[in-house]
């Protein structure tokens, strides 16, 4: 053991190289999470009319129904999403590469065992041809550490910052499901007051055949009034089972998203339609900009990725134009026997330590290569940028003229509302014709989804607002909800 003696401090000095190299490269894995403010208003906007919805009359698809709320919804997506589970083991994915990274500073253990027989002729030192007959067994241990510092140092940055960035796109991929859950949520609640609309204006057809039946009777009607409401009964009929079975795609469309079984009904809890405000609308549009690009974490996905990139960059020099450093200690016993005397286990140390370059033409296209990479990544960030800033632009517009729809709607549909009951009682009194009915009807069939989907755009609208902001989260879209 005298020789590992004599070699221990240069052992302790590689070793020490290995945690400088480590050292140098030790960033904080996770940054400090921002507090997110808060921009939700303090008190709702109050509805100017509130829709009834009733899913009494829809039938479940196959098995059964199933009635949910957003905030169950936003719960189940950010559980049971695919996409979300697939972050997750991108995540885990990288903490691979960063402890592979990390492995490579430290030296590598590699024992062997030998067994050798010689018989035969070999070549001695002087070059002629001797007759031998042995065999040798040899079993040894090494340590070995061979690599390239500067290498070594930036694939240790690089994973580290791809590490982050793998993490803030997880974020994102949460933040992308709950909006996606949310919206296809008001879909199905669009659907359903379509839904409601249609089996209203079925109930109101019904209605005028049983009236144009007993004035037929009375004598008071002709035949031609009951065959036109014959046929517009069959065409709310109509229209009405085109909506369920809308009803029942978008009910797929949320179950796919939640990784529910798609022959359940989802049926929303909700028994009335009213707005649901998630930003403020005195917030100004420079403000809402300096937002998204401060919290969206995508944005910080991207920028992350190409300082993982620039470091991939480094690293491919280095590893083209860089020394590399090698210590090599074996240790271990050998034996040989050559049929007239035995030699025993006897101990044999060995230690080499040097520097080498390899140079080569094919590494300036190497690094070539990269710095393409390089500048791929910035244009990424840019581009990216610009899509998120159109997306706060798109969604605050949306938001500001779905609000004076909502406004303008509400009048049409208390108008015809209005004109509705008058035109009725006129022909119930005999001083209106059926067909001012059945035009009156449709008016108000309008007027009714029109609101209903009016109301449910401004509320998408708020969501996708609040999601292009990077402030969505479960307990924001739980706060006022239908």
Request: charge should be neutral; aromatic fraction near 8%.
């Amino acid at each position: 053991m005298r020789m590992f003696q004599v070699y221990r401090p240069y052992l302790v000095k590689w070793l020490t190289v290995c945690v400088f190299v480590g050292g140098c490269t030790t960033t904080k894995l996770r940054e400090t999470q921002l507090q997110k403010p808060d921009v939700t208003p303090e008190h709702q906007t109050a509805s100017t009319h509130v829709l009834q919805l009733d899913a009494s009359q829809i039938k479940p698809m196959y098995r059964e129904i199933y009635a949910i709320n957003l905030p169950t919804v936003v719960r189940v997506a950010a559980a049971e999403n695919f996409d979300i589970l697939q972050a997750k083991e991108q995540v885990m994915a990288s903490k691979g590469l960063l402890e592979s990274a990390h492995g490579s500073i430290f030296p590598s253990l590699v024992p062997s065992v030998l067994f050798q027989d010689v018989q035969g002729s070999v070549q001695a030192t002087e070059g002629n041809l001797v007759g031998v007959g042995f065999n040798v067994f040899q079993s040894s241990i090494a340590v070995q550490w061979v690599l390239n510092p500067g290498k070594v140092k930036y694939e240790i940055i690089a994973a580290k910052k791809r590490l982050a960035a793998t993490e803030h796109q997880e974020q994102a991929v949460i933040l992308e499901t709950l909006r996606k859950s949310a919206v296809q949520y008001y879909e199905l609640i669009l659907a359903q007051a379509r839904v409601a609309a249609s089996q209203q204006a079925v109930s109101e057809a019904e209605e005028l055949l049983r009236i144009n039946q007993l004035h037929h009777k009375a004598g008071t009607g002709i035949p031609a009034d009951v065959s036109r409401a014959q046929a517009h009964l069959a065409k709310r009929q109509q229209e009405l089972s085109r909506t369920l079975n809308a009803f029942y795609n978008a009910s797929v469309s949320l179950s796919l998203t939640l990784h529910l079984d798609s022959s359940v009904t989802l049926v929303p809890q909700a028994t009335e339609l009213s707005l649901v405000d998630l930003v403020r609308n005195d917030i100004e549009l420079d403000k809402l900009l300096e937002l998204a690009v401060r919290y969206r974490p995508d944005l910080e996905s991207v920028r992350t990725m190409v300082k993982a990139i620039e470091a991939k960059t480094h690293a491919t020099w280095w590893g083209g134009f860089g020394p590399a450093l090698g210590v090599i200690y074996q240790f271990g016993g050998i034996k040989a026997d050559d049929g007239d005397k035995s030699f025993a286990f006897k101990d044999q140390q060995r230690f080499s330590a040097g520097a080498g370059w390899r140079w080569s033409l094919s590494s300036f296209g190497a690094v070539k290569t990269a710095k393409a990479f390089e500048r791929q990544a910035l244009i990424e960030a840019d581009r990216q940028l610009d899509e998120v800033r159109a997306q706060v632009v798109r969604f605050k517009q949306d938001s500001n003229m779905y609000r004076e729809l909502i406004s303008k709607s509400h009048k049409q549909l208390t108008a015809a509302e209005l004109a509705y009951r008058l035109i009725q009682a006129n022909f119930e009194a005999g001083t209106m014709t059926m067909l001012d009915v059945l035009q009156s009807q449709d008016a108000h069939a309008q007027a009714r989804l029109r609101y209903a989907e009016t109301v449910v755009r401004y509320n998408t609208s708020q969501v996708n607002l609040l999601a292009s902001l990077g402030l969505i989260d479960k307990d924001k879209l739980s706060v006022s909800v239908i």
